[in-house]
């Protein structure tokens, strides 16, 4: 299922990802939030609130109301799938060939069974999603987590993260998975299904979102804590970037309509 090669586009692409790795400013020891480019990243931090307030928020719930929650789901089960060949990669790279196996596994049973991921057969069959990017392997790889950064729409990020999202997605081995005809057309509907699902995910979780940022006293120390906790509870079990999940709440009962 993976390319038996590394293109000339995936090694460059890794390589600008490791080179934006070097530049990386070193937090001082003992320090839980590295954050010395705050004053830009609040600039950006209030432009993303206003595109939120006047788009993303008003068009998300146009999305949730308006589309029926099954296929809100089904459209969130399309983006997963297309998204599994690149955590499949991820993984192998990580040494971690057991989940490379099980998210293979998912990958072909939901774009069989599951109708190109339609449907989501695998997580009844135990093949939960075992996702992974490049960010997570650099954290594997001993890559420190860098200063914390605000990308322009993309939201919280650090420059780790933000190293990984290039390598993302300028490497998503789908096309090579599915095959030119049928990989050249998922290429095209990634980027609507990741869309959707995006907004998808703001209208599921309207009251948590409004609430850091809208309703907190500093939207922007609040968000900085939610991502940066969050972030290395998720990697505690891969990497040596440990925390508790301090909200982990907000996520349950999603889909539970």
């Not at 290429?187 to 599921?204: K, Q």
Request: hydrophobic content about 40%; overall charge negative.
């Amino acid at each position: 299922m993976l390319p038996t090669r590394i293109s000339p586009k995936r090694a460059l692409a890794i390589g600008l990802g490791l080179a934006l790795l070097t530049a990386c400013s070193v937090p001082e020891p003992g320090t839980d939030v590295h954050d010395p480019y705050e004053s830009v990243n609040r600039a950006t931090h209030w432009v993303n609130g206003e595109l939120d307030r006047s788009a993303l928020r008003p068009a998300s719930q146009v999305y949730g109301t308006l589309v029926p929650g099954p296929v809100r789901r089904s459209v969130d089960n399309v983006a997963d799938n297309l998204g599994m060949p690149s955590a499949v990669m991820n993984k192998v790279m990580q040494g971690d060939i057991g989940d490379a196996i099980h998210n293979t596994a998912r990958f072909a049973v939901n774009t069989t069974l599951g109708l190109l991921g339609l449907f989501d057969p695998a997580s009844d069959m135990g093949l939960e999603a075992r996702d992974s990017g490049f960010a997570d392997t650099l954290a594997v790889w001993g890559a420190s987590e860098g200063a914390y950064l605000v990308l322009p729409v993309f939201g919280p990020s650090t420059e780790r993260d933000t190293a990984g999202l290039v390598v993302d997605i300028l490497t998503n081995p789908i096309g090579t998975v599915l095959g030119p005809k049928l990989g050249s057309q998922a290429e095209d509907a990634n980027l609507d299904f990741t869309i959707a699902s995006t907004l998808n995910s703001r209208f599921e979780l309207t009251e948590a979102f409004d609430t850091i940022l809208y309703d907190s006293a500093d939207s922007y120390t609040q968000l900085r804590l939610f991502y940066l906790d969050s972030r290395r509870f998720s990697l505690a079990s891969t990497s040596d970037d440990a925390t508790v999940d301090l909200y982990g709440d907000l996520y349950e009962g999603l889909y539970d309509e």
